[in-house]
């Protein structure tokens, strides 16, 4: 973190050449990081990814970024890597991850844990602020931490102020409702949920939704 608040306010070209040489980091010659603080044991970012300043990336195994994904700024990305032997030992497969598909996008000031793994597919939008991506939780049964994947598919949109839970899975061409909780997987693409917990509201008319069919990141 001290090298990296160090080099902060140097030119990106040779931000960049420091971050390849000291981590390894995998960076497109199109991609770009703001004035971020961004720690991942590995790090893949696709062409025109971009990560915005403000945003705190620490102790996660991989971040690894589409071809024009973006994370806003004020994001904060958290974890315990698999390196460190002393948190979810029942758990030998977890991954400690966050992948964003292409053209995905995460808004300013979210929380995303990414301690079993964080999947967000192509063209999907995390909105508005304040949503809580969490993938890890007290079992109280068997009195320990646990961890399970949270997936969100292609071409969805996330209102502001959700809450993502341990292992639930939100399906291709769906709209998640502003402040909703979603604590499950969801089987039916194109539909709206919303409520706590989660609950289909009706079906959408994918074919006649702009949204659904971008071929780039930006919204019109």
């Not at 809450?163 to 291709?172: A, K, Q, R, Y």
């Amino acid at each position: 973190m001290i090298f990296q608040i160090l080099i902060m306010f140097l030119p990106w070209s040779m931000r960049k050449r420091l971050l390849v040489w000291r981590y390894g980091y995998e960076i497109d010659k199109t991609a770009r990081i703001g004035k971020s603080i961004i720690m991942p044991r590995k790090l893949k970012m696709g062409p025109k990814s971009r990560i915005h300043s403000g945003v705190i990336c620490k102790g996660i195994d991989l971040l690894d970024m589409g071809e024009d994904s973006g994370i806003a700024s004020f994001t904060y990305i958290t974890g315990f890597s698999t390196a460190d032997k002393r948190w979810y030992k029942h758990i030998p497969d977890r991954r400690c991850e966050l992948v964003l598909g292409r053209s995905a996008g995460i808004t300013s000031r979210h929380f995303v844990d990414c301690n079993g793994g964080v999947y967000v597919g192509d063209f999907t939008t995390v909105a508005g602020i304040r949503t809580q991506i969490l993938t890890h939780s007290i079992d109280v049964y068997n009195n320990r931490q646990d961890a399970k994947p949270v997936k969100i598919g292609r071409y969805c949109f996330l209102g502001t102020g959700c809450i993502l839970l341990p292992g639930c899975e939100l399906p291709d061409y769906s709209i998640l409702g502003a402040g909703a909780v979603l604590t499950k997987k969801l089987d039916k693409a194109g539909c709206l949920y919303a409520g706590s917990p989660a609950k289909f509201v009706k079906e959408l008319d994918v074919e006649k939704i702009p949204y659904f069919h971008r071929i780039k990141h930006v919204v019109d």
